[in-house]
């Protein structure tokens, strides 16, 4: 005699009931869970132009670096503070201020940032896009055959100022040149550029 087995076919769980183990691991398609705001986590750093590399402003004309501090203030989240490179013979001083600023929100950062110059302004500015957000440079003619207190001749000036902000940081880099020779527009954008992007590293690490 013959027995016939019938074989268990695999259980088959209803589609709702699969839906609701499943809801627990998975978002439903229609409700997408959006990415996490990245956290650039930028922080003032003491000292921060001690920091710095004085060569790019010791390369120039030579001399000696020397920084200055501001005291913080706690009422605000910034900072401020100078450094230069300066001989006396042949005379040449280049001074970088680098101010820092802190603010709630990436929107508040550029919200801060000064106005660009009018088309008339004198000199030359542009924006500097892999900067940041609203990054621009101002690089203003050189001064020649100024008479300065205490300098033995005539020197020119050369005055560039950049600006710009990252997340929820400002920066705004201030160079001064005076010397016998002083930077052209490319050397004094690249020189704000260098520092900027120092400052704003040393700032994230």
């Not at 076919?9 to 009931?17: H, K, M, T």
């Not at 990245?38 to 000696?64: F, I, K, M, S, W």
């Not at 970088?96 to 801060?112: D, I, K, N, Q, Y």
Request: proline share 11%.
């Amino acid at each position: 005699m013959t027995l016939l087995v019938r074989r268990r076919r695999p259980a088959v769980l209803p589609s709702v009931l699969l839906a609701a183990l499943l809801a627990g691991c998975a978002s439903s398609p229609s409700e997408p869970v959006a990415p996490p705001a990245p956290q650039t986590g930028y922080h003032l750093v003491e000292e921060l132009c001690a920091q710095l590399d004085p060569q790019p402003l010791v390369a120039l004309n030579g001399g000696t670096p020397k920084t200055r501090e501001w005291p913080p203030r706690p009422d605000r989240r910034m900072s401020k503070c100078t450094l230069g490179a300066s001989r006396r013979d042949p005379v040449s001083m280049h001074v970088l201020t680098v101010s820092v600023s802190l603010a709630e929100s990436p929107e508040r950062a550029r919200e801060g940032l000064p106005r660009q110059p009018k088309p008339q302004a004198r000199g030359t500015w542009h924006e500097v896009p892999q900067l940041g957000d609203g990054a621009w440079v101002w690089i203003l003619p050189v001064d020649q055959g100024l008479e300065i207190l205490d300098l033995p001749e005539p020197v020119a000036a050369r005055h560039a100022t950049l600006h710009v902000a990252r997340g929820e940081v400002s920066v705004m880099l201030d160079l001064m040149s005076t010397a016998t020779e002083v930077p052209d527009e490319d050397e004094a954008e690249a020189l704000l550029v260098t520092y900027a992007e120092e400052a704003l590293s040393l700032m994230a690490a």
